[in-house]
């Protein structure tokens, strides 16, 4: 999947212009930068996406983290601005994904670029052929306590 470009709308309160505020439950902190450094050989430019996105986000304690961000384990819900297609899937670390079943890794382009983002947000996503759609997120929901935890983890 290399070769697929990843920019973000402005956030009202991103830490950067160019791209919206991101929050990440520390839950998964640790375990986001150890996937990161792991992929780092195969995936560089998706890892170091990884990396950059963990860096600027807003580390919250799971209590603070609002219902309506996309963490791991999440279900979301995105359109494609351009086609009007809807699409949801689930965000699951590496060794849960299966796309036929709408699980995602969090190791893929778009993956990287729903982390910690919140439902209104909108992202830009360029595909391998080089078209550039803007996704936006419509909803977000978390799976039943105990579901999706960082034991869960790959």
Same mark, same amino acid.
């Given at each position: ?72 384990? %999440?279900?979301? %819900? ?77």
């Amino acid at each position: 999947m290399s070769g697929t470009e990843i920019s973000r709308k402005p956030g009202k309160a991103g830490k950067r212009a160019d791209k919206p505020a991101l929050i990440i439950d520390e839950a998964y902190h640790d375990s986001l930068q150890g996937l990161a450094a792991g992929a780092a050989r195969q995936a560089p430019d998706l890892a170091d996406r990884l990396l950059e996105e963990i860096e600027r986000a807003d580390v919250r304690p799971s209590a603070q983290v609002p219902p309506n961000v996309v963490n791991i384990g %999440s279900s979301v %819900s995105f359109r494609d601005e351009h086609t009007g297609q809807t699409r949801t899937v689930t965000l699951v670390f590496p060794a849960s994904a299966d796309i036929s079943q709408g699980r995602i890794s969090l190791l893929t382009p778009i993956g990287v670029a729903l982390i910690g983002l919140s439902e209104g947000q909108q992202f830009d996503w360029t595909t391998r052929d080089g078209e550039t759609r803007q996704l936006t997120v419509l909803k977000v929901e978390q799976p039943a306590r105990g579901e999706a935890g960082p034991a869960a983890q790959a």
